[in-house]
């Protein structure tokens, strides 16, 4: 005679950035995804996503940098810091599910881009990241235009030049 034993499995992921560690067990399922199956269920965290959207968006043509103002500041004195990491998910917000993921990204766009097709490759990038690194289902990437970058921010802030003033 065989007996009906319940077989169970436990998954661990680590976010090295964060330092977080989850465990997950599981059991038989009814409703079986690529996360949750009858063999146990794997649970993404919210850093895990985010840091994958930002870096997805970061790799799209016309996306000059993530966050608002407050967080590129944040972000530029972190990187100075001897010793510290990128932050991969900076101007990213998430929201995770069981098998579902909504994301919000903040852009600096490229001046010139046209911002509706960069905001469509934006998100058609990170779906597919997502959706093909998780099993998660994307439901919505909203995506914030911030800022527009220009190259004279740049060269005007590095040259040391001062102008004459417009009015006397």
Do not use: C, W
């Not at 964060?18 to 269920?41: C, D, F, I, N, P």
């Not at 966050?67 to 917000?93: C, F, K, M």
């Amino acid at each position: 005679m065989f007996r009906n034993k319940t077989r169970r499995s436990v998954i661990q992921v680590t976010d090295t950035a964060s330092e977080k560690s989850v465990t997950t067990t599981g059991s038989s399922s009814s409703a079986e995804s690529a996360l949750v199956t009858q063999h146990g269920r794997t649970t993404i965290t919210d850093s895990v996503v985010s840091k994958i959207a930002g870096i997805s968006t970061r790799d799209v043509s016309g996306v000059y940098a993530l966050g608002g103002g407050a967080a590129r500041a944040v972000g530029a004195i972190r990187e100075r810091i001897p010793g510290s990491r990128t932050n991969h998910g900076q101007g990213v917000a998430v929201e995770v599910g069981e098998r579902q993921a909504a994301i919000d990204v903040e852009i600096v766009a490229e001046y010139g881009v046209a911002i509706a097709d960069l905001a469509e490759a934006v998100r058609r990038n990170v779906i597919t990241s997502l959706e093909r690194m998780t099993g998660l289902e994307v439901t919505e990437v909203n995506v914030t235009v911030q800022d527009v970058h220009l190259e004279s921010d740049e060269s005007s802030d590095d040259s040391g030049e001062t102008q004459d003033p417009r009015v006397q």
